[in-house]
Structure formats: C-alpha cells, structure tokens
C-alpha cells in the first residue's frame, strides 16, 4: 500500500514579511492567506492524503514554505540548511515531525546550504538546482547521502537571477515529463521529455495520484493543456503566497513509500 502523507505548516503572522528577491514586493493579505492554506490542505486531503502538521514556526515569515525545510528519499528525511540565515530556524520543527514518523534521519551541514525547493525527484532520478539558496557543498553532501540509496543527483544549472529555486521553474507530470516556462529554464534539452507550458506558475504541479495534478488557479491555458493530455487538474487560489515567490509544492512535502514523480 502507497504511503500518501502530506507535511505542511500553517502561515506565520509575519507572512507579509518573508523573504522576495526576483520580484517586487506587494502587500500580502494574512487572513486571505490563512483561508487559501486551508484550500490547500482540503485538496490534499481530498485528494486521499493524511495530513501531518509541522509545529508552528510563528517568528519565521517563511515557514509556512515547509518543502524548503527537508528532501525526502523513501524513508530517509534530509534536514536540509537553508541558504537564506533567517529561514535556518525552520528546519527544527519539521526533523521533529518526520522523526515522530519513523522517518531515517541525515542532515546538511556546515558550510552545505540547500533548499528543498531546489530539489525535483522523478523515479529515482533527483535534479537539483545549483548557484543560489543551494550551493556545490549541499549538492555534494545530499548525492553522497542518496546515491548509496539508489538515487541518481544530477546537477541543474538555475536562473537564479529570474527564479529562486529550481521548481520555480520546472516541476513533472505523473508520466515523468519535466514541464517548463520557457523564459525561465536554462536548457530544455537538458530534460530527457520537456514540454514548455504558457504560463510561469503552469509549470507548478504537485502529483496527487493517478493522473490527478494540483496546480494554481491562475493557469488556466496550461491547465487546459494538461487536461488534453489526459490529466486532470486541480486547482486552487494561492495568490498571496505568489506575492513571496511561493507556488504549490513550497507549502507541503510529500512522503511516498517510493519517492513517485514530482516529488
């Protein structure tokens, strides 16, 4: 049986305070963010997944992007570290959380910073984005704590002067193939299958099981380019957590028996 449990932590009061860099900053509406996170989980939990609430991290305006804190590979947990310092402190809460799962633990060290917004896994093969919040010490240190588990880390090249994480800018559909906005990936050919999508948050998608996708609300030409190919997407509106370069894989992580695409 499919483990499905979902990780996600509830928005902190200084949302409106977290962390922009490529874009400008706009006012964030904490109660509407609050209502949207809720959406969130409701489509998780809809979606037949167990969700498992990380402790509050209320001084951490970021915490709520709970997928930076850890990668998980089967049942070994990464405790990543952080490349922003204020964002150091999230990690606590959330190596609780998934060692009260059962969860094998390993962690990034000093002077490794990684985020986990930066990793994409398909099957057993990881990408890991490369030249921003994670640097070739932290890539170093995760190939060395997953390959020997099977795992193939491959090295992405990142636009990080237009997007901050690697799933900023690619994510994959349930068959595999890596889906992109093409202004903001590097090289398409680097991707065994690419399929360019027309909107920047169409290449956000979460899989949720079978051919059921979650995605931004704000999409809808690349919704209805998956839906075409036989997927069927969910939506839902996270405008205010966009406003901090958020998308829909920052607010949860994902824990599968084996590490399925898109994780």
Known sequence: MTIKKALVRRPSPRLAQGIV???ARQPVDF????KQWGGYVEAMESAGWEIVEVAPADDCADGVFVEDTVVMFRNVAVITRPGADSRKPEVLG???AVQELGCSINRIREPGTLDGGDVLKVGDTIYVGSGGRTNAEGLRQLRNALEPLGATVTAVPVRIHEVLHLKSAVTALPDGTIIGYPPFVE?????PRFLAVPEESGAHVVVLGGDKILMAADCPRSSEL???LGFEPVTVDISEFQKLEGCVTCLSVRLRELGGPGS
């Open 94 to 96: 959330t190596e609780d």
């Open 187 to 191: 090289d398409p050919e680097f991707f």
């Open 31 to 34: 109660h509407l963010a609050e």
């Open 226 to 228: 998956f839906t075409g």
């Open 21 to 23: 860099t490529n874009i």
